[in-house]
C-alpha cells in the first residue's frame, strides 16, 4: 500500500495540469453511505439514502436543504459488516472486503507457485480482455487470516500486484420528493458521443431515458435498478420535459457492479467493468464510489489513463479531514467535489489536491426509479457526472492528446474565487452551475 504525500501529491498535480493547460493551447478529480454490498439496492440502498426519504410525499414547499452526509459511509459499512459476517470482513483499516478473497494482477507463473506456497487456491480467473490484463482471485483457506496471508504472499513475491478485494460505495444521498413540473425543453437525439457508468443498475424505463440509447453490462439479462445508479445516469444522459442531464445526446454505456449482490461493488467487478468499457473504447467514464487505495483496481486505472480514456470519479463525502478516497485520488483522475447553490464547497467534500473540479452536488433533483420520478440529492456522487457530461463533449475515442485538450479546455470555463489559482477545496474552479435543477423549478 503506498504512503499518501499532500506535497508530493501537489507537485504532480500542479505537473499534470501545467501539461494539460499546454496541450490544450497547443490543440485549439456520494454518499450513500455504501452501496449496499447487500444489495437488493432499493432495500439496502434504500437505506443508503433511507433516512433522507422519510417524507416521501413532502410537499415542496416544506423541502429543505438535506444535512452533511458525512457519517454515511462510515455507519454504511459498519452495518454491512455487521450484517454480512459470512460474506464480508474488514481489512486492518476497517473498509469491508470480500471475506477470504485476495486479488492477483495478472500473476507469473513464480507469483501463482508462491500463491500455492502459502496455501491459496485460484477460486476464478478474470480476463480483462480490454485490457489484455488478467485478474486471478485466490481462495484463502478456512481458518486462515486473510491480512496475514496477503502479507505472507506479498513477502513471496515482492515483484508482484496482490491486495483485498475492497469492496466500493456510492457518494451521495436521496432526499424528499419533488413534484414534476413545467417543462424544460430538451432538444437533441442520442449520438455519436458515448458516455460510460460504472454504478448501480438504471431504471432503464424511467421517462428521462426515452430517447436515450443504453448498453448495458453485467447482471446478465437481468436488471437491478437503483436510485444512485439511475440519478448519476439521468445527470450524465437524461431529458424529459421537466428533466434535462448535461449531454442528452451521448449514447450511455452503463455497468452495474453491484447486481443484487451482497459482494457488489467489488475491486475484481470495477476492473472488469472498466475493462468492458475499454473494449468498446468508451473515452470518458464516470465512477462516483469511492473506497481506499486497492493496487488491482490501481493498476487498472492507470491502464486506462495511459490509454486516453477520462476517467471521472467523485471524491467522497468523508469530510475535509479525511484520508483520500480512491479511484479519485489516483494520478491521472478528474477528481470532483461538490458545491452548494451559491457555489460552495459542501461541507463534507473531501479536500486535497485530487480535486480538480467541483461542480453542483446540493439543493437539486435528479430522476429515481418509482413513483415520484424525482427527488433531491446531495454528494459528490452528483457532481461528477456534470463535470463528465462537460467532458464528453466532443470526445468520440480514447486519445490522451484529445482528453488533455478536454480537460484544459474545461478549466478556462472554471469560476475560481480569486480568479487564477487552483485550491484543495474546488480544484481548477467549479463548472457546470447551469446545470443545476432546483427543486424550485418542478413546482
Request: aromatic share 4%; hydrophobic share 45%.
Amino acid at each position: 500500500m503506498k504512503t499518501y504525500h499532500p506535497f508530493r501529491a501537489a507537485l504532480r498535480r500542479q505537473a499534470v495540469l501545467a501539461l494539460t493547460l499546454a496541450l490544450g493551447s497547443t490543440a485549439a478529480h456520494a454518499q450513500l453511505g455504501l452501496p449496499s454490498v447487500s444489495l437488493p439496492f432499493p432495500s439496502p440502498l434504500g437505506r443508503l439514502g433511507g433516512e433522507l426519504l422519510r417524507d416521501p410525499v413532502a410537499r415542496l414547499d416544506r423541502v429543505r436543504e438535506l444535512p452533511d452526509v458525512r457519517a454515511l459511509r462510515l455507519t454504511q459499512a459498519r452495518r454491512l459488516l455487521r450484517t454480512h459476517r459470512d460474506l464480508l470482513e474488514a481489512d486492518p483499516r476497517g473498509e469491508p472486503v470480500v471475506r477470504r478473497e485476495i486479488l492477483a494482477w495478472s500473476p507469473s507463473p513464480a507469483g501463482l507457485a508462491a500463491a500455492a506456497a502459502a496455501g491459496l487456491t485460484v477460486l476464478r480467473e478474470n480476463r480483462l480482455e480490454g485490457l489484455d490484463e488478467v485478474v486471478m482471485v485466490l481462495k484463502v483457506p478456512e481458518m486462515r487470516d486473510t491480512a496475514l496471508l496477503l502479507d505472507q504472499l506479498r513477502k513471496l513475491d515482492p515483484e508482484g500486484t496482490y491486495d483485498f478485494n475492497h469492496v466500493y460505495i456510492g457518494s451521495g444521498a436521496a432526499g424528499a420528493a419533488a413534484p414534476a413540473g413545467a417543462a424544460t425543453g430538451v432538444d437533441g437525439t442520442a449520438g455519436a458521443a458515448r458516455v460510460g457508468l460504472v454504478d448501480s443498475g438504471v431504471d432503464a424505463g424511467h421517462d428521462v431515458f426515452s430517447a436515450t440509447a443504453i448498453t448495458r453490462w453485467g447482471c446478465g439479462e437481468v436488471h437491478h435498478p437503483h436510485f444512485h445508479g439511475t440519478a448519476v445516469a439521468a445527470l450524465l444522459v437524461g431529458r424529459s420535459r421537466q428533466f434535462r442531464g448535461v449531454a442528452p445526446q451521448a449514447r450511455l454505456y452503463a455497468a452495474d457492479i453491484y447486481c443484487n449482490s451482497a459482494t457488489g461493488g467489488s475491486a475484481d467487478r470495477i476492473a472488469a467493468a472498466l475493462a468492458w468499457m475499454a473494449r468498446e473504447k468508451v473515452p470518458v467514464i464516470n465512477l462516483s464510489i469511492v473506497g481506499p487505495s486497492n493496487q488491482t483496481l490501481e493498476r487498472v486505472v492507470g491502464t486506462m489513463v495511459r490509454r486516453g480514456h477520462l476517467l471521472v470519479a467523485a471524491v467522497g463525502n468523508d469530510g475535509p479531514a479525511a484520508p483520500p478516497l480512491y479511484p479519485a485520488s489516483y494520478p491521472g483522475v478528474v477528481g470532483v467535489s461538490a458545491v452548494d447553490k451559491r457555489g460552495r464547497v459542501l461541507p463534507e467534500a473531501g479536500r486535497g489536491p485530487q480535486v480538480m473540479f467541483a461542480a453542483p452536488g446540493n439543493h437539486m433533483v435528479s430522476a429515481a426509479p418509482g413513483a415520484p420520478p424525482y427527488r433531491q440529492v446531495r454528494g459528490t456522487s452528483f457532481a461528477a457526472p456534470i463535470v463528465a457530461g462537460l467532458l464528453a463533449d466532443g470526445l468520440s475515442q480514447p486519445d490522451r492528446t484529445q482528453a488533455a485538450a478536454a480537460v484544459a479546455a474545461l478549466a478556462r470555463q472554471a469560476l475560481r474565487e480569486d480568479g487564477t489559482s487552483a485550491s484543495n477545496e474546488s480544484g481548477l474552479g467549479v463548472v457546470g452551475q447551469a446545470f443545476r435543477i432546483d427543486p424550485a423549478t418542478l413546482r
